[in-house]
């Protein structure tokens, strides 16, 4: 989908954690906040690029994932991160338009 593309785009198609092009690894775009939080599941900040090993990596050490994403956003922007993904969202037929027509524009 459109967000999975934007977030490997954004990141130069490398592995934002050990920066490789994902040889012999395939990228994939990972919710830093679960994709179930719906205020920012489109939300690119809310994407990080990583290869198929990093993002298991992830999966074992979800604790150290989140404080090394920390460190990298920088505390009060994963905070408001953190903010937005627990705000009770519902999206009408237009607003997912509105929203896909802003990503597609990116």
Known sequence: DIWRK???TNADHRCEKCSSKGSGQPLEAHHVFRRE???TRWDLENGICLCRRCHRIQRHKPHDFLVWV???MGEEAFQAL???SRRIT???EEDRQ???AEL???
């Open 6 to 8: 934007l977030v490997k």
């Open 37 to 39: 939080c719906r205020g």
């Open 70 to 72: 920390g460190e990298r």
């Open 82 to 84: 953190g903010d937005r």
């Open 90 to 92: 519902k999206f009408t």
């Open 98 to 100: 509105t929203l896909l």
């Open 104 to 106: 597609k524009d990116v």
